[in-house]
């Protein structure tokens, strides 16, 4: 419907932001907390079709610059749109609402009735402020968004029934504050040394200074900043636990969406900002991504085989598989790089998946420790079938999308002749497969316990979210033409190099 | 030289008292002044930098030629009001946390959510029967 509307066509990256944003004090409005749900589901999916709108626009036609109040480039705020950007903006708005769906029948167990309209308030605005921080084209912007997503995630994240939930918001608050921070150091010395704050005249004027002691440390500041919040490890401690102890729609929301959009920014910042040549060849960017994407996988996948919280467990997974996607970015190839963009996506459709469905396991028992799987193959089948499958895709077994990701991973690391590494990755889906084994065990393998109540499977609300996404797990692991293409063609725009 | 940077060594010590104060010490309000020093050191190095030598202050008028430059101090105005929400979230979280651990100091949070995590896994490891996990509670 939009599409038909010439007058509202131009204006689709403002759109993207300002639907969510408008969207978000609304819902203060409608009393009903169904209503609420079902406005927030709306919008969401609106964003969903702006961002494919997006993307088919950038595919067919190039980079859309928007000029937000008409005022020109440098000097006014410009949202710019290209491949990248229309990539990451797809993914955070389907899961966005996939995940929605699910959301009114989850929060009814978890949170109490009075904060359900004010649940949806910070989701729109969460939502709001990763799609600004990816739609926009101006620096400085990009720390705004960054507080808007990040201070509605504390409040999200605090909205936990466990009190835990309050601690680990409190402490995820102080890093992030840090992390956001430090971003702000990096981009006033930018401006400092440029006297720009949009991204491509950055670019352009950078490289005139670039080997001032001025210029390095921006980029120090602005790197430690943004993997502070994408959770590299060692700065990966505020994650865990603020996964496991937030609401389940929280969880699955933003494993599957918040640490995509700082791996975006991190991508941004060194490919396009600063520049390829002085981000990897300047500074030894690449040894110590390599190092610490390794270090991420192998220690926290080892921990996650020690959880007996299975979100927690995911948790840890998660900063595993982000160092996957660090692992891409450091070999700085197109095939690294696509593998990277490709990671993103698939991490999204997998993780939101498994987390949706521990969301199931949690409105039906109430708990996901380890010892309350017993049995649960039998008593929820389609939850639990859910929970293999996204597992298997986790490992990266053939016909899933974890697949496809890591064989372009492997393909990037042999194409340098980095084989060691690739054996080492090889060793860490071993680790997957032995986290992802202790839960089937207990699941498939174990009769229920004595003292255990049965329980019935979960509510259609979450049954169609959680079997959309494992089929679209399966899907894009077949049919790899839409993923592999965007992804390889935002690579490859990023590194100049034109098909 | 060292004079004329002056600015930015306040900034500098600023930020680093402000760190120190996050990171060493244990009770969650004093973190909270640290943050906030912290983010107000980069504010006072956004505003130094906006500093052009005879320059007035950036509102216009017929007889003046040489103005600050305006736009770091809009970019700090909203920097403040992220600061102050920061603020005031944290407090509203340390106040719930108050509430349901009975404690501000970190040693202490700590030390009851690992005691309530062993309690959890040691439930958990085994399939204990009820007996012993009834000891260990008393």
């Not at chain 1, 204006?11 to 169904?34: D, G, T």
């Not at chain 1, 720390?143 to 918001?169: N, P, Q, T």
């Not at chain 2, 956004?46 to 736009?71: C, E, F, Q, R, W």
């Amino acid at each position: 419907m939009i599409a038909h509307l010439p007058g509202l066509q131009v204006h689709l990256p403002v759109l993207q932001v300002i639907v969510p944003l408008m969207a978000a004090p609304i819902c203060l409005f409608l009393k009903r907390a169904h209503l609420v749900w079902l406005f927030a589901l709306i919008t969401s999916g609106l964003t969903f079709v702006i961002s494919v709108l997006l993307l088919q626009q950038v595919l067919t036609s190039g980079v859309i610059s928007y000029e937000l109040g008409g005022w020109q480039a440098p000097w006014g705020i410009e949202y710019r749109i290209d491949k990248l950007n229309a990539f990451v903006l797809l993914i955070i708005t389907s899961i966005s609402t996939v995940v929605l769906f699910a959301a009114q029948t989850s929060i009814e167990k978890e949170i109490p009735k009075s904060k359900h309209t004010f649940f949806y308030i910070l989701y729109l605005l969460s939502l709001t402020g990763m799609l600004g921080i990816v739609a926009t084209g101006d620096a400085f912007n990009v720390f705004v968004f960054l507080e808007i997503s990040s201070l509605s995630a504390y409040a999200l994240i605090a909205m936990g029934k466990d009190r835990r939930a309050l601690w680990a918001a409190y402490q995820y608050l102080i890093m992030g504050t840090i992390g956001a921070t430090f971003i702000l150091i990096g981009i006033g010395l930018m401006y400092q040394m440029t006297g720009t704050l949009n991204m491509a005249d950055l670019s352009k004027r950078l490289p005139e200074v670039a080997q001032t002691r001025t210029v390095f440390t921006a980029f120090a500041f602005v790197i430690v900043g943004v993997c502070l919040k994408l959770a590299l490890f060692p700065l990966h401690l505020w994650l865990p636990n603020a996964y496991a102890y937030a609401p389940s729609i929280v969880t699955t929301f933003f494993a599957a969406t918040a640490t995509k959009v700082a791996i975006y920014l991190l991508i941004r910042f060194t490919f396009t900002i600063f520049g390829l040549s002085f981000s990897f060849t300047t500074i030894p960017l690449q040894t110590l991504f390599m190092a610490l994407g390794l270090a991420g996988i192998f220690i926290a996948s080892t921990s996650a085989i020690y959880q007996n919280n299975i979100k927690l467990l995911f948790a840890y997974s998660s900063i595993a598989q982000i160092g996957y996607m660090i692992v891409g970015f450091s070999i700085s190839s197109v095939t690294g790089l696509t593998a990277t963009l490709l990671h993103m996506f698939n991490h999204a459709l997998m993780k939101s998946a498994i987390f949706l469905a521990l969301g199931a396991v949690m409105y039906r028992l109430g708990n996901v420790q380890l010892s309350s799987f017993h049995g649960l193959g039998r008593q929820m089948p389609l939850t639990m079938a859910a929970i293999v499958i996204g597992g298997l895709s986790l490992i990266g077994v053939p016909l899933t999308v974890g697949f496809v990701s890591k064989w372009y991973l492997l393909l990037a690391l042999l194409e340098q002749g980095w084989w060691p590494v690739a054996v080492l990755i090889l060793l860490g889906s071993v680790l997957a497969v032995i986290y992802v084994w202790r839960l089937v065990e207990v699941a498939y393998f174990k009769e229920p316990l004595s003292d255990q109540v049965p329980v019935k499977e979960a509510p259609m609300f979450f049954i169609i979210p959680i079997w959309t996404l494992i089929i679209a797990n399966i899907y894009f692991g077949i049919d790899t033409r839409l993923s592999v293409e965007v992804a390889q063609a935002a690579a490859m725009s990023l590194f100049g190099v034109t098909p | 030289m060292l004079m004329g940077l002056f600015n930015h060594w306040v900034v500098i010590a600023l930020m680093m008292i402000g760190l120190y104060i996050v990171i060493a010490h244990g009770n969650l309000i004093k973190k909270i002044v640290g943050l906030t020093l912290f983010q107000t050191s980069v504010f006072i190095f956004y505003i130094s930098m906006a500093k052009v030598n005879g320059g007035t202050a950036p509102i216009l008028a017929d007889d003046i030629i040489v103005y600050s430059n305006p736009l770091p101090h809009v970019l700090i105005l909203t920097a403040i009001v992220v600061g102050i929400a920061t603020t005031a979230l944290a407090l509203s979280l340390v106040v719930r946390i108050k509430e349901t651990y009975g404690s501000i100091e970190e040693e202490n949070i700590q030390h009851q959510d690992n005691q309530a995590f062993e309690q959890s896994n040691s439930q958990n490891g085994s399939n204990a029967p009820k007996g012993s996990k009834q000891e260990k509670q008393a």
